[in-house]
């Protein structure tokens, strides 16, 4: 049995270790490490977790922890990964690795030095109707990729204030879900050139300040597909996660809206419930990819997203701030540095 801590207990990461406690075989949750959270020790109590710390730094010392999961703002996330990669912990991080590509690539750098595993999160590789399109564009049942599309809309109505969100947010850490699901659908191509529009849309007082709500990405592929990603902060009728891919010989889709088989058809006309969140549509594709780095840290050979895949969608974000910033198309080596 492997243990785990986590590190960052908000909304996603107490998810996240509801997940890990329950969820999940071959670990054991061992630790939670958050500096803030009011509801540390009740988290602790509730999941049976031995130990409750304020000091994440504290993990890296504690010889019996063969495991981290960052669950903490982006923003430190290399910094924890750098100092657990040199305490010979094993990583999972959440999307994304970082917020700047120099950052990426150190955290990238600190894992590979060391030889622990970096598991990045972009749980749609694990989701079912994800996992099954990629299986058929590789065996070519699309045939050669001419398109690929992939967007995020947040549910609605958008509550946070602008004010607290970062420049460049909807791209490092709403987009970035899209650009690593477009580069693992046309795998075995770099992305080329970017050209990126955001704005404030939802929140236009806000416009001057830098705000960005809405954005529509393209983006030029090696082997010549073309890409586009979209994202909302505000979607009315809840979490909107769809994909598709069309090629020579066909278009595979993904994702839906609708959260269940079940139809209403009355006077009004046809009825379906789309209300959803993240941890509601994705929750089983939470479960998955912990379930691969659990299975990776007992020494399994399996494919998952991975540092370079982190780095990679990194890269994308990072011309696409660029390019929304200056209005030109920028190519990825602008920003490769």
Do not use: C
């Not at 001419?146 to 004010?163: E, F, I, K, N």
């Amino acid at each position: 049995m492997k243990k785990v801590a986590l590190v960052g207990t908000g909304r996603i990461g107490t998810h996240h270790a509801r997940v890990l406690a329950a969820e999940v075989t071959g670990i054991e949750l061992a630790a939670l490490a958050d500096p803030a959270s009011p509801h540390l020790a009740e988290l602790a109590a509730e999941l049976g977790v031995p130990r409750a710390t304020r000091d994440p730094s504290s993990i890296a010392a504690d010889d019996s922890v063969d495991a981290v999961v960052i669950a903490a703002p982006s923003g430190i996330h290399p910094e924890l990964i750098e100092a657990y990669a040199a305490a010979g912990k094993h990583i999972f991080t959440e999307k994304p690795l970082a917020l700047t590509v120099a950052d990426a690539k150190r955290a990238v750098l600190a894992a590979e030095q060391v030889g622990v595993i970096l598991q990045v999160g972009f749980n749609r590789r694990f989701a079912e109707s994800w996992r099954r399109a990629k299986d058929l564009i590789t065996s070519g049942a699309v045939g050669e990729v001419h398109r690929l599309h992939s967007l995020t809309r947040d549910p609605g109505p958008y509550g946070p204030d602008p004010a607290g969100i970062a420049p460049g947010t909807i791209f490092n850490e709403t987009l970035i879900h899209d650009f690593d699901t477009l580069n693992w659908l046309n795998a075995g191509y770099e992305p080329v050139d970017v050209y990126a529009v955001a704005d404030a849309l939802i929140r236009p007082d806000h416009r001057d300040a830098g705000f960005q709500d809405t954005a529509v990405v393209t983006i030029r592929y090696a082997n010549g597909a073309l890409a586009t990603a979209e994202a909302s902060f505000s979607a009315m009728y809840g979490y909107d996660v769809r994909g598709e891919v069309f090629g020579s010989e066909g278009m595979v889709q993904m994702g839906g809206l609708a959260t269940t088989q079940a139809r209403l058809y009355d006077a009004t006309g046809g009825h379906a419930d789309t209300s959803s969140t993240d941890t509601s549509r994705f929750h089983e594709a939470y479960r998955g990819e912990f379930q691969t780095f659990a299975d990776l840290l007992h020494g399994a050979d399996i494919g998952h997203p991975g540092g370079a895949d982190g780095l990679r969608a990194q890269l994308v974000a990072a011309a696409a701030i660029r390019s929304a910033a200056e209005g030109r198309p920028v190519r990825i080596e602008e920003v490769d540095q």
